[in-house]
């Protein structure tokens, strides 16, 4: 069974970083990408960033774009999010996820419905 376990979350002022780790067991995750995405209260859930497995690429949503940065540790089985000049809008639940079908298709996908497997999310506030 899939599991995606994320931490690293926590309360951080605006100007701080934080940085959040995924770590996946269960199966081969080789052919995935792996995505964040957050939700804050009242909003949808948003793409944030992505990486493929096999090769490192990335991709960003911009409002994230050169503060944030995606990577992986093929070893640990473990993808992590660096946040740096956070925000008090990155506020929210920040959720890691799995696009089964990403070496398939070949290239990353930012949409939610792409994603299948889940984490339970971790918490990101980020004060004024």
């Known amino acids: 069974q899939v599991q995606l376990v994320e931490s690293g979350g926590g309360l951080v002022q605006a100007g701080g970083s934080l940085r959040l780790s995924c770590a996946a067991s269960?199966?081969?995750?080789?052919?995935?990408?792996m995505g964040w995405f957050r939700q804050a209260p009242g909003k949808e859930r948003e793409f944030v960033a992505a990486?493929?497995?096999?090769?490192?690429?990335?991709v960003y949503a911009d409002s994230v774009k050169g503060r944030f940065t995606i990577s992986r540790d093929y070893a640990k089985n473990t993808v992590y999010l660096q946040m740096n000049s956070l925000k008090p809008e990155d506020t929210a639940v920040y959720y890691c996820?799995?696009?089964?079908?990403?070496?398939?298709?070949?290239?990353?996908?930012?949409?939610?419905?792409?994603?299948?497997?889940w984490g339970q999310g971790t918490q990101v506030t980020v004060s004024s």
């Open positions: 996820a799995t696009d089964r079908r990403a070496s398939w298709r070949g290239r990353l996908q930012t949409l939610r419905s792409d994603y299948e497997d």
């Open positions: 269960g199966r081969t995750f080789s052919s995935d990408a």
């Open positions: 990486i493929m497995w096999r090769d490192g690429s990335t």
